[in-house]
């Protein structure tokens, strides 16, 4: 056996038992452990196999001894009462008994569900793995759950996620998760440098430890969807202390945030909010909220935000009486002219755009010309300039313009030549609308700022999505 590193066990030999398990292979290590695969004495034991992480002990000075037995005491308390489908699982944990070899003697042996791999070793093969989306919902889910039961994971990081056999991730290495104590947690001062947030880096350390809140996994999050999205970490600088100097210019507000063009539409605004400066500002989206927004984002569709509500049934009821009487749908149809019923058109983008809330005034559709027919709440594409001609509008948040519960059926064969943004307050902000050339929110072309009404120009590209936005 030789020593490990600055604060890890010794290494642990092919063959050498704990317990009834015994060591096959080294599986990992990090600043704190050696984590080892092993296999149980009893061959038809649940589970007969598992990953043994060996938390220091032995030859370090008091300080350092109190410090190590808090980690493993802390990794321990949080395995053995937390149980969530994304946190690796805990067996047991025993102590090593085994005086002839005093570097082991007294270390604390984490019996773990065996992980097959790590996102760090994935990345490593393929610096933005296809499945990078849906790991980072699982990610994101993971830490949901121990928001939720109160705990701070404190060092969310590639190596810390763990691949399990089924290609699934799990959250695992909980020795630096504290629980909340009120609104903080107290942590040692050890997270890593490139997740680490601003508030963070210049943090005092006291008697207890770092204050850390759960804004903090918030901000490590967004920097790991980043990473794994497009191969690259949010902040620049070549080094881990460049990289600290442009997080803490970012948080004095003396540089922007200037997020990797190849991060993919749907997640720039969560990416941006998880990387908000501070923590108030990251503390408006819960991990909740935000495990919402990302499960819609690895789906491939933005999230659905409670826009303004708008009486979409009365909408629908008045086009369905309209229709009955024979006006057919109206919105698809040039300005002033009606189709009769069953025509094909597409009545989704209809009940969006014909009638506006009572409140508005409005007369309805059948009356309403030009840009006016665009209710308020919707943004609305016309093929004649001026807002004349046809007319498709959304309200919600479908962004596909050729599938989906709201299509615009003219799109195929014909281009906007004018939009009209009649956009109303949004809680969150998002009043403004990007439209894209491409499905999917892929080849901006443009935005339209809420209140907005214009021509394309003549040579306007097909539009086939759209999203809103919170800045142009
Ligand atoms: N349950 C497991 N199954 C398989 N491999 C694991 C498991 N747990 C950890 N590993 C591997 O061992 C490595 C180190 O584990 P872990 O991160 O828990 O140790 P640590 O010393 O606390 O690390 P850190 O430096 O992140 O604090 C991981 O990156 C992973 O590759």
């Given at each position: 056996m030789t020593g490990g590193e600055q604060y890890g066990v010794a290494d642990v030999e092919r063959g050498y038992r704990v317990g009834p398990w015994t060591v096959?292979?080294?599986?990992?290590?990090?600043?704190?452990?050696?984590?080892?695969?092993?296999?149980?004495?009893?061959?038809?034991?649940?589970?007969?196999?598992?990953?043994?992480?060996?938390?220091?002990?032995?030859?370090?000075?008091?300080?350092?001894?109190?410090?190590?037995r808090e980690l493993a005491e802390r990794e321990v308390a949080l395995l053995s009462r937390l149980r969530s489908p994304r946190l690796i699982r805990m067996h047991d944990a025993l102590t090593v008994d085994d005086p002839g070899h005093p570097e082991l003697d007294g270390?604390?042996?984490?019996?773990?569900?065996?992980?097959?791999?790590?996102?760090?070793?994935l990345l490593t093969e393929d610096r933005t793995p296809r499945s990078g989306p849906e790991l980072l919902a699982?990610?994101?889910?993971?830490?949901?759950?121990?928001?939720d039961a109160g705990w701070v994971h404190g060092d969310l990081k590639p190596g810390n996620v763990l691949l399990m056999p089924d290609g699934s991730a799990r959250l695992g290495d909980f020795n630096l998760a504290p629980e909340l104590d009120g609104t903080h947690a107290y942590a040692p001062a050890f997270a890593t440098a490139d997740y680490t947030p601003p508030e963070l880096l210049w943090s005092e350390v006291g008697e207890r430890g770092m204050r850390v809140r759960q804004t903090a996994d918030v901000w490590a999050f967004g920097v790991l969807a980043h990473l794994v999205l497009t191969g690259s970490l949010p902040l620049p600088g070549p080094t881990p202390s460049a990289r600290?100097?442009?997080?803490?210019?970012?948080?004095?507000?003396?540089?922007?945030?200037?997020?990797?063009?190849?991060?993919?539409?749907?997640?720039?605004?969560i990416v941006a909010d998880c990387l908000a400066r501070t923590h108030e500002e990251r503390a408006r989206y819960g991990s909740a909220a935000l495990l919402e927004r990302v499960t819609a984002a690895a789906a491939g569709r933005p999230h659905r935000r409670r826009r303004a509500p708008r009486p979409l049934l009365v909408a629908t009821a008045a086009l369905t009486a309209l229709a009955a009487a024979g006006f057919g749908t109206l919105a698809l149809l040039p300005e002033g002219q009606r189709s009769g019923p069953g025509d094909g058109r597409d009545a989704g983008a209809v009940s969006a755009t014909v009638t506006g809330p009572p409140s508005s005034g409005r007369t309805p559709a059948v009356a309403a010309t030009g840009w006016d027919r665009c209710a308020p709440?919707?943004?609305?594409?016309?093929?004649?300039?001026?807002?004349?001609?046809?007319?498709?509008?959304?309200?919600?948040?479908e962004f596909n313009w050729t599938d989906g519960a709201v299509r615009c059926s003219w799109t195929g064969s014909r281009r906007p030549a004018s939009v009209y943004n009649n956009g109303v307050a949004d809680p969150d902000g998002y009043v403004h609308v990007v439209y894209y050339a491409e499905e999917a929110l892929h080849r901006r072309l443009g935005c339209v700022e809420q209140g907005e009404r214009r021509d394309l120009g003549e040579g306007a590209a097909r539009i086939l999505s759209h999203i809103w936005a919170k800045a142009c």
């Open positions: 096959e292979r080294a599986l990992g290590s990090g600043a704190f452990g050696h984590v080892y695969a092993a296999r149980h004495e009893d061959a038809a034991a649940e589970p007969a196999r598992a990953a043994l992480k060996f938390l220091p002990t032995g030859t370090h000075t008091p300080r350092q001894l109190r410090h190590l270390a604390t042996v984490l019996v773990l569900e065996e992980a097959r791999s790590s996102l760090d070793a699982q990610v994101c889910e993971g830490l949901t759950q121990l928001h600290r100097d442009a997080a803490v210019r970012y948080a004095r507000g003396e540089e922007d945030l200037r997020l990797s063009p190849g991060l993919p539409p749907l997640w720039r605004e709440a919707s943004v609305c594409f016309f093929t004649g300039r001026g807002g004349t001609g046809e007319m498709c509008a959304w309200e919600g948040d």
